[in-house]
């Protein structure tokens, strides 16, 4: 199983990205897929977390400026991000919760490679 994040980029203060997370590979189902973040010298984050019957759970910090979507038809959880601010510069992580075909029962935790977002002032 690979989780591919895209989509990162430098951006100004107040505009705009779209980051994007595909998981790929023997999978059978997914339950909630997440987006992490973790600034230079700082520890990894929850920034949102979206479960697969749609409930949502969202940071303080990023409320009302982060929004979370997953397409399950395509394994996709996406991050869309407006109102940049420069204290959202991190590198983003991915996360999924999923079982996989075979027959394990096991529900396991699956990390993309990160994706870095930088904001300027």
């Known amino acids: 199983v690979q989780l591919q994040a895209s989509g990162g980029g430098l951006v100004q203060a107040g505009g705009s990205l779209r980051l994007s997370c595909v998981a790929s590979g023997s999978i059978y189902r997914i339950s909630s897929m997440s987006w992490f973040r973790q600034a230079p010298g700082k520890q990894r984050e929850l920034v949102a977390v979206?479960?697969?019957?749609?409930?949502?759970n969202t940071a303080e910090s990023v409320k009302g400026r982060f929004t979370i979507s997953r397409l399950d038809a395509q394994n996709t959880v996406y991050l869309q991000m407006n109102s940049l601010k420069p204290e959202d510069t991190a590198v983003y992580y991915c996360?999924?919760?999923?079982?996989?075909?075979?027959?394990?029962?096991?529900?396991?935790?699956?990390w993309g490679q990160g994706t870095l977002v930088t904001v300027s002032s």
């Open positions: 979206i479960t697969a019957g749609g409930s949502l």
């Open positions: 996360n999924a919760v999923l079982q996989l075909r075979g027959g394990d029962p096991r529900w396991q935790n699956y």
